[in-house]
């Protein structure tokens, strides 16, 4: 399952808690297994191990997926204007479209079966997402001075012991001037 890399990625980018891009003492992602695992568990016990919602849920998700890429396809033809970029806004357009039209039926059709748990959380998700993106980036800017107080401390330090390092080079070397002389 690609689940832990991904939000080991997401959280890497400051969307999801900084935990979930730690490696455990096998190098696989743990925080993000159990998560999964707690999740994954969680939706079999409120859906009751009922397939019909669970396919819904899922089905709400890969077209989701589907159509922010096809989104960001268009964005991102529309920002380089490639080769070809009209002709790529227009197929990824569509294809996001689409995808669009097949999530609303979804959500639709099968909101009493189960989809209303996406409509309902999905955007509570997004928010309490972007707030943490926000946290962490005002975080970052705060902790910035200490950062560059640390930075340069260690770097004074290394071209001290460069120093170091010579004088002892320096001084050994006229020992043994001294030493040949002798």
Not at 61 to 82: N, P, Y
Not at 130 to 135: A, V
Request: proline share 2%; glycine share 8%.
């Amino acid at each position: 399952n690609g689940f832990p890399y991904l939000a080991s990625f997401v959280a890497g980018d400051r969307f999801l808690p900084r935990q979930l891009t730690r490696r455990g003492h096998r190098l696989a992602f743990s925080n993000g297994i159990l998560v999964l695992t707690a999740v994954a568990l969680a939706l079999v016990l409120v859906y009751r191990a009922q397939l019909n919602g669970l396919v819904a849920l899922y089905a709400i998700g890969v077209f989701t997926g589907f159509t922010m890429a096809g989104s960001g396809m268009v964005k991102h033809h529309l920002q380089t204007r490639g080769g070809h970029w009209r002709r790529s806004v227009l197929v990824n357009g569509f294809s996001a479209f689409l995808c669009f039209t097949v999530v609303l039926i979804f959500a639709v059709a099968k909101f009493t079966e189960g989809a209303w748990l996406i409509v309902v959380v999905g955007p509570l998700l997004y928010v309490g997402l972007i707030r943490m993106h926000r946290q962490y980036a005002q975080e970052a800017v705060a902790l910035e001075p200490v950062y560059q107080h640390h930075h340069h401390m260690a770097a004074e330090h290394r071209r001290l012991r460069r120093l170091r390092h010579a004088g002892l080079e320096r001084r050994l070397e006229r020992l043994l001037e001294i030493e040949s002389v002798l």
